[in-house]
């Protein structure tokens, strides 16, 4: 019965998803940018994240992730990614995503850790002319080194992004 549920939500937002209402494709081009916010697993830390990404098609991209997190030891999270960006027929300037990631992390105590991304999500909304975008991202992390696992929620509250 859930599994429906999904399945129809998926059925609305693709079929309110057009490329035929983006201003131009994607696809080939790169993006850049970073943002910031907070790490919430305890203790709650500062995130100031870099990150790039390269449009296969007009809706799939890959990328890279470079989170800096600090409070505590600081940590270093490296995280390829790749995400699923929707286009709203009835809103062109907003593009909303959904994806993934698996990578890395090593801490200044020299702890390392892997760190899987499921899900990511948010959006970037057009400022200026398919090229300068800005939006949140929310992505929930299953984190382990194998001994211990653990969870951490990422919000950047402010992320801008470059299109070139």
Not at 11 to 34: D, H, K, N, P, T
Not at 99 to 114: A, R, S
Not at 121 to 137: A, S, T
Request: net charge negative.
């Amino acid at each position: 019965m859930m599994m429906k549920r999904w399945a129809m939500v998926l059925a609305i937002v693709l079929a309110l998803s057009s490329s035929a209402f983006a201003a131009e494709s994607r696809e080939g081009s790169w993006q850049a940018g970073g943002g910031f916010g907070l790490a919430f697993h305890s203790p709650v830390r500062f995130d100031l994240n870099l990150n790039g990404e390269y449009f296969l098609t007009h809706h799939v991209s890959l990328g890279m992730n470079l989170d800096f997190l600090f409070r505590g030891p600081t940590t270093f999270v490296f995280q390829p990614f790749a995400r699923y960006n929707i286009d709203l027929a009835f809103a062109p300037d907003w593009v909303p995503f959904v994806g993934g990631g698996v990578g890395v992390g090593v801490n200044t105590n020299g702890n390392g850790f892997l760190d899987l991304m499921i899900p990511d999500f948010g959006f970037r909304y057009e400022v200026i002319d398919n090229k300068l975008f800005i939006g949140p991202d929310l992505s929930f992390h299953v984190v382990t080194n194998f001994s211990n696992t653990t969870w951490d929620f990422r919000m950047l509250f402010a992320q801008a992004e470059y299109r070139f």
